[in-house]
């Protein structure tokens, strides 16, 4: 199997776009014959620069409108074709891109078609060449698979073969076994992309809103075991549209792709027992247990109000680093390390950030096979500075340059708590907070997709649809990251919230952080209500409620007037879905956006997404004025 991507998919100049292919590891490359036109040099020079980077050029793409020319015009057509055959000779590639006809001078009738084929097959393998069928899903006459296929079986030549492009199949719903029938040989490329499920026209859903397999909603699994039944083991080539990739870093969007591809090929590998020569198996999925530790990077003249803040929470400080100024905050299962050294990669991560979260460690049953699982798909893994007889704790580069940690029970990990900490005998108050309830990021609108897969393709974890939530400076959107219900441990539930819109709390996140964070950390309370009465008595600010959220919430459900009267009191906010209730409450806002949520989940699944708009606008209220000028 050869991993391959359309130059299309990525921004930037022709040269760039291929140094990024070669550089994400890709063997192959379809060039888009725009990204040709567009290029100052010859195309010897493209053939050159692709041998030089160790790229092969599987085909030329797309020529249109060539089949079902009414006579008038078809000997034309061929003329367009063979001034292509000589363009591939130039580019050193043997393979035409054909995609099915939109002309409205097109005609139809499967037999004409296939002639056109046989004879376009038989110019080709006079020079040594080939040709590939696509059917696009709005294509004039062609639009399915299986008469694209038919087409190429009628045709009857050894020199045209069939191309598969899963979003031209899965968007249209079109049944996938025939695929299976079809002959390995004959199908000469195929072509992934992944989309969400929109209500429009294929064409613009697939121009602008294509991504990458496993970053929408089509069943990309089902098509890659289709495939799998054919044999087929030739190349796999991203062809992915869409309009943030064209905005984005070629590299970046590269490597996203090239993960991709990885992740998607050991799915199929995992589900169908298929392995693909050469392809060694990843380790799997890890399903996380919990959240092990969050990190906060803290500088000295912050670090009393934070620490009393831990205090005014019910946290307790139970350990001081050997060797390094950090001390451990533990409370239930939640452990919180605060971090302020001098040196090391929490001060600079403080210097840039301020207070925040610099690192997060998940608890996973191997963490060594975690990252291993991770580097296999292109993360970046982090090496820390190590004191004498200290964990070196596995970690990646996550979010906005902070390092996500990996943490097991099975090896000396689980006991990094007392291994790198003396324990300083406090008690710990205790407010009946547990665990950690979710984690909630804010990012660039752009980078949602990226961190979206990084999170899926390491973790055994599901995205549900993403949703958007009304910020009184605009639309925010939120993907939700969580483990299957009934997994172990309190299971990872990570919330992504981006937005395009500049006046956002996410996106004035992003500008007074310096960039993607965490922008809150979720503790799930057993009792919310007597928690947040003993963060008020000690002291703590707490997130203030509209007295017309309270009003309304009166009107909505049936609750008690004094069960009411103490959400009101005490700010907390009210859900419930289908199966169960859900009770949420906010600190204020510290210095550079971070706020602490406290939470009290009683089968409830969701996030409080009905409540959003309200806090949002609470947070609103209560922030600097926007010093950005009103658009
Ligand atoms: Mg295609
Ligand atoms: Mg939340």
Known sequence: ?????????????????????????????????????????????????????????????????????????????????????????????????????????????????????????????????????????????????????????????????????????????????????????????????????????????????????????????????????????????????????????????????????????????????????????????????????????????????????????????????????????????????????????????????????????????????????ATALLDKPHAGAVGPGELDIPAVRGLGGSLLYFVDDASPLGRWSEVDFEPTGEAVPGLGIDHVDHVSQSMQYEEMLTWLLFYTSIFDARKTPSQAVIDPGGVVQSQVIESALGSPGHGLRLVLNGSQSHRTLSSRFLSEFFGSGVQHIALAARDLVAAVRSMKAAGMEMLPIPDNYYDDLEARVDLAPETIDTFRELGILYDRDDNGTFLQAYSTTLEGGFFFEFVQRDGYAGYGAPNAAIRLAAQARLARPLDIPSL
């Open 1 to 373: 199997m050869k991993p391959a991507i359309a130059t299309v998919c990525l921004s930037g100049g022709l040269q760039e776009k291929l140094e990024a292919i070669a550089a994400a590891g890709f063997t192959d490359v379809e060039i888009f014959e725009n990204d040709l036109i567009a290029f100052p040099g010859s195309p010897a020079d493209v053939r050159r620069m692709c041998a030089d980077l160790g790229l092969t050029i599987c085909t030329l793409q797309p020529f249109r409108d060539f089949e079902g020319m009414p006579d008038a015009r078809r000997q034309r057509t061929f003329d367009r074709a063979e001034r292509k055959f000589d363009l591939l000779q130039e580019l050193g590639t043997d393979l035409l891109f054909v995609c099915s006809s939109v002309s409205p001078e097109a005609q139809g009738g499967i037999d004409r078609l296939a002639a056109d084929f046989r004879e376009l097959g038989e110019r080709a393998a006079h020079r040594g060449l080939r040709v590939g069928y696509e059917a696009l899903a709005w294509g004039r006459f062609v639009n399915d698979y299986r008469d694209s296929w038919e087409i190429v079986r009628r045709a009857g030549h050894p020199a045209v073969g069939l191309i598969l492009d899963s979003f031209h199949v899965l968007s249209r719903g079109i049944d996938l076994s025939t695929i299976a029938t079809i002959p390995k040989d004959k199908i000469v490329l195929v072509q992934l992309a992944d989309a969400p499920k929109l209500q429009m026209d294929h064409l613009s859903w697939s121009r602008h809103w294509r991504c990458m397999p496993g970053q929408g909603e089509l069943d990309l699994a089902g098509f890659m075991d289709a495939l799998a039944a054919t044999g087929y083991d030739g190349v796999l080539s991203l062809e992915i549209f869409n309009d943030r990739f064209r905005a984005g870093s070629a590299r970046a969007v590269a490597v996203d792709g090239r993960r991709s591809l990885l992740t998607m090929i050991d799915d199929a590998s995992v589900r169908t027992g298929r392995r693909i020569a050469g392809v060694p198996p990843l380790p799997s999925r890890a399903p996380v247990q919990g959240v092990e530790f969050t990190e906060f990077a803290v500088d000295e003249g912050e670090r009393a109000s934070f620490e009393a803040l831990l205090r005014a929470m019910g946290f307790g400080c139970t350990g001081r680093h050997r060797s390094k100024d950090v001390s451990l905050w533990s409370q239930g299962a939640v452990r919180i390390v605060l971090n302020s050294d001098k040196e090391g990669f929490a001060h600079s991560y403080n210097i840039t950030h301020g207070t925040s979260v610099c690192a997060m460690a998940l608890k996973v049953p191997d963490a060594s096979a975690t990252l291993s699982r």
